[in-house]
């Protein structure tokens, strides 16, 4: 059987924008690493029986290529990480022949002079991808470096005026709207992992819906805001009464570096604060930092302080500390959203996919933030798309 | 409206083996510092509307009393209490009088020759107790010291086999279960706030079941394995794989002098443990140590280590530290437990009521450790019961 | 013995500027429990062996006043501190005559058209309370709120510019260092328990000298930075590289409130991170933060991360928590250094006393940043102080 | 310039008793990284300039050899340290050679029928490398498996009595003490890096007297005896009063799993337990555990927490987490012991060497256990073993 094709025959594309970053490397490693029979399935929440009841395409069938503006070879990039301790040594020595060939299938991010003749390129390249490899469908995940808040401006808000900016040469599209213009005009499905603007803003869930393709985001879960999805819902039905909620995380790598950047900080800890006052049902206060410390390098060190009130006023702590390598957190959510998402095409959602929310920091299409009643959501899901088969 | 009376006229009595411990104390000065409007209802779990549905009997209906083995006046224990920042001295002060009257309605332990006189007289002290303040019903609430397991003997495993042993003048229960026998036979619900083994005989749970009475245990879950059974579902959703989870505790007070005597430490130590495996689907080790120190009173310091495997096998950490007060955190889950449970009463449910699960570090009547999923159970069954209202 | 004298006769006054404050308060309460009989001695340096051989004035001799810019009765303020744990509510209690009494020796800090004046105010004001209260001598004492660094300007560079520069009736002191002129002009020692720009200035320094008054400071050493300079010498001593140091800072209380202003907050991040780099040798990274977090009161939460190598590159980590109460930490600090201050005053020593810089977060005077070297250097000159005797 | 040849021509043998183990192999391994230019020197106290003044013998002239009772190659040992993290596995790969030379120096432990036999043939084994390397002289290092404590007998006690216990066939000696009877006998230096019995007994200090030679332990500091060694001497100075000491500790590893085994333990909790009191002044209860957890490998996880008392009563905790890698840690120390010790055989030394006592948990011939204070005493120590050059 050749690269690429699962026992069940389908083969599905992964397109990654920042298809040479960390945690796009490590999926793809991964990818090569489990199908290689190298790696276990430690880490995929597709492989959990309540979710695989979906029918979801083989880990087997996945083919992976992406953009990226850097040209730095996949094997080094791989390398490097391995060295940080993302992933043993030993794998990027074993795959080299098949880094090599992932490597090819990456492609330099189009510059072009207007956005609508990017958008055409990006859509192109898509298009060549999934031809050139026979796929069944491409799912598009945006795994670029984050970028700041959108601005405000009519053009993004429908799709007809975005469309006449478009076509008078103007620019209004934030990079990762533009590749999420791309990929529907391609036809296919996105993935947001980042908390960049992304599909968000209205003509762009205007164009998915006339697409009638599905996506989902936004900004994958992975460290302290997953452990916070866990632990708020115990405060809240407890009746415990957080007073202030600190958060302090330290982090290295290519994404603490562009977070150093205040301005991109800003969309992270928005997504990132979101979730608790939701989930608790009053605003809670407290400090939260993102620092970049060069020398973690891939790895993320959180540490949280609770305060909170019991019976009679009583005053108590909890506090944590979370030592985690972010990509090796993000990646395995990466290929199950692929799957999933890759099914929900197949099975013709559109759309933003609420059911998706327990990937995800900033829950696009749900209300819910707790990681129990994301669980329940999903896993019906997965029931009823089984079901449907 | 006279002390005890609700506004809607119930009257329900809570009877404490182990009255005068700090958990009773707590739960006693608690209830009285509600009803003269000294206190919000931070901490009560019957307060929160999905619970509240139940039609639960008001916290001004509740009457205190109980048995206990030494004769501290509650004022001074609560005092102590105080003290030790377990709640605001200031409430003492306010609560003289209610205190003065609450521990008047404290009887000794009866001390007899055989467990057949001991049992009567303790069934009759409560009958008086509900006789004396015309009480709808009475709930017994086991908070007395905890014991070591039962030894298994014949004449437990039957209520014909205990009867006979008892008549013969035989002493075969436990201390606890001596208190559960005596409760059934007043016609009491029970609660099992301990990890005593209470009613988990075979002889008494037949007693209850014959006598239609419902009862809820055991040991309640207030600090790290509630932190346990809100965290260990992350891991398991997200497929991460957990190597190891300690877990260190220190305490003191009178419950950590206890559990100083590694006989009873066994009987917290196995309630403590049961979840974790149950809630991962695997075995996992790691040390578990409750150690006694005195400096701490009656506050808890814990600490857990958990070290995980996520995507290709790269190993990460999360710890925390739990600081709580345990009397805090569980008197007023004793007041949430005897509303339910008389609720439950009134409502005709008998045996065990799995559930209260929630409430419990071993949940009797109910297979799910999660919080999550013993918070939906909770809630779906108070709907049951405000509906049927 | 009336209040205010010692066993060996002798009587100092503390002039506190910021005698409102938690620091001031809870050193003029302390200072009263202890000598009514009702604390012990814990948390005082100057009660230790090594260094009470200097032969120190005895805290019955201690009798305090001072400046503040508000009025809040004292007493007040100290129920608000013992409702917030930092000290027994019992003691405020039982002090209120004494704390009666400390109020009024504190005066409204003079508001003058011209700095001249001021000073001349703020001089008359601790000459008045020297002689009203029979003062051997009186040791001024900041513990106001933290000031921005003071920006450069030559008048402050020598003191006959200063001079000058008053006389012409220009403004150009920081309040704290209008303080220290003044205390200087009334012939007081002066301790620098803040960062704020104090007697560092040249023409300040300079007066010091002429008038042959000692002065010790700056930034009472209290938490994390405590903790740091016993810390960093076991990494430099045993080879350990250090590879970033992480200081996270929550704390509340008016000090807490100062230091949310950005302004404010370098003077102490200045102080707070200049000695790790000098005690380990080379130039360490690592985020510092100090955020205000209302709930915590006086309290202070720290968290540190070092990150370190060893033999062969091996990376490990240490963290800590530091949990304290600020103001109970500070309190005894001042009065061991009124006493030390004293002492050396008295003992005929002028300038900037380097042996205290135990005591201080930017140890004016001394290279030496390590705990262990600044306690040698502290015992040595309390040795050679008592043999003078 | 040969293997083992120092630039100043001199040549030391380490002999080490535990030869294949987690110390040993990593500070075998680190001695060839080290004088193959493929590593520097962190970690490493006699690299130091305050340390170096000594005029210790060079890395460069280290020859290692030793005893075990196991035969696992070193090189296989290494790979496995090597794949836990404790030294990164290109060391291995590039020293394939110098470890196999390495081993060959390695022999079986002598079993014979008696202890006197035994001696004989450990003191031939060492002389034999000793002349085989052509070294000026051997140092023996105990890192074997700690042993439970001895009993006490009289034949332990003086020289002449164990003589003839062992005249008369009898086997009285504790393992490491019969390695240590062997070594005097050999003439050889000796450093006990465990808490086994080793020199201790009288009958063995008599026989380093008679031999003239100079010894030094026990049980190196590496972890968080380490690390209290730095924070109690700041709560004695500053006059805190620790109310408790936690200390948790979690390592795997061979010497987890002996350490696994209560009789062994007790050497190490009393070793690790003996300082605190004395550096405080007054006894400090808390409890201490060393956990066996397998899945740590060679790194050990520390959790201490203590709480302590400052001025007016008011209670404040610290808390402090360390993950260090043991071996890592250990290994330079053992280096560095090796250089000291043979230096001071050098000059002339006997007997127990004090100035030592900064690596050991138990520093024998010094009853300083601060940091900071064994620190001075080294200095001074190596400043005049330099001088007297
Ligand atoms: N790792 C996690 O746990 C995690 C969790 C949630 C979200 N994320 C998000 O995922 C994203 C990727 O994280 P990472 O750690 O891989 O970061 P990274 O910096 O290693 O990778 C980002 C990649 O995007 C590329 N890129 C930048 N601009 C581009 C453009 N215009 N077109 C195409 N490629 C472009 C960069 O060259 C780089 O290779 C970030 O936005 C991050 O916030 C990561
Ligand atoms: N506080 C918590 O968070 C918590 C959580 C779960 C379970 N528990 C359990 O609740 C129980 C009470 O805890 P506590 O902190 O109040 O302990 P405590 O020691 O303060 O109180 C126990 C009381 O029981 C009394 N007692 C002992 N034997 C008795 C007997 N035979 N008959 C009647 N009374 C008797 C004792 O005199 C004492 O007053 C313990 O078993 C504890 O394990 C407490
Ligand atoms: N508590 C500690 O552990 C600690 C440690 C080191 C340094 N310090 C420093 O000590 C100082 C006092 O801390 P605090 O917690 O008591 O703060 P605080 O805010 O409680 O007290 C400061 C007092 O100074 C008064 N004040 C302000 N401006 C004044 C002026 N011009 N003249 C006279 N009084 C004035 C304020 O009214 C207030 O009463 C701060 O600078 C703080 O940084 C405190
Ligand atoms: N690693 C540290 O940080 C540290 C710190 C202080 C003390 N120590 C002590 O150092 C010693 C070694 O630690 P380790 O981690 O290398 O342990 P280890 O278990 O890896 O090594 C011990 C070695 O001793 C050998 N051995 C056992 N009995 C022997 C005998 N009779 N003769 C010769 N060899 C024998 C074993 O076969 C093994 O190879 C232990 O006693 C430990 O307590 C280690
Ligand atoms: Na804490
Ligand atoms: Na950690």
Redesign the interface.
Known sequence: MSQGTAVDGTRTGVWFVGARGSVAT?AT??TL?MNAGL???????S??EPVAVAGLPPVEGLVTGGHDVIETPLAHRAQVLADG?????A?VAALGAELAAADSRIRLAPRRDTQREAAQAISDDIRAFRDEHRLDRVVVVDVSSTEPPAESKPELDNLAALESALDAGSAPLPQSSLYAYAAFRAGCPLVSFTPSPGATLGALTELAKQQALPWAGRDGKTGET??KS??A??FA?????V??W?S?N?LGGGDGRTLADPRAAVSKTTTKGAGLDAMLGYHV???M?I?Y????GDWK?A?D?V?F??????R??????????DS??A??LVVDLVRLTAKAHERGENGVLGPLS?FFKDPLGSIDH????Q?RALTQWCEQLGARA
């Open positions: 490590t490693l991964g690493a790696a276990p399935r430690t880490g995929l929440v492989e959990l301790g993302v992933f043993p040594p794998l997953l452990v866990a632990l819902p115990m039905t407890r009746a415990l009464r007073r202030s600190a302090y330290m206060d407290g400090p930092h620092d410390v060069e020398d973690l060190t540490w302080n305060s009130e019991g019976f009679l006023g009583t108590m702590t909890m506090q944590f500390t979370w030592e985690g390598c090796a957190l990646a395995p327990f707790t990681l129990a009643g669980w």
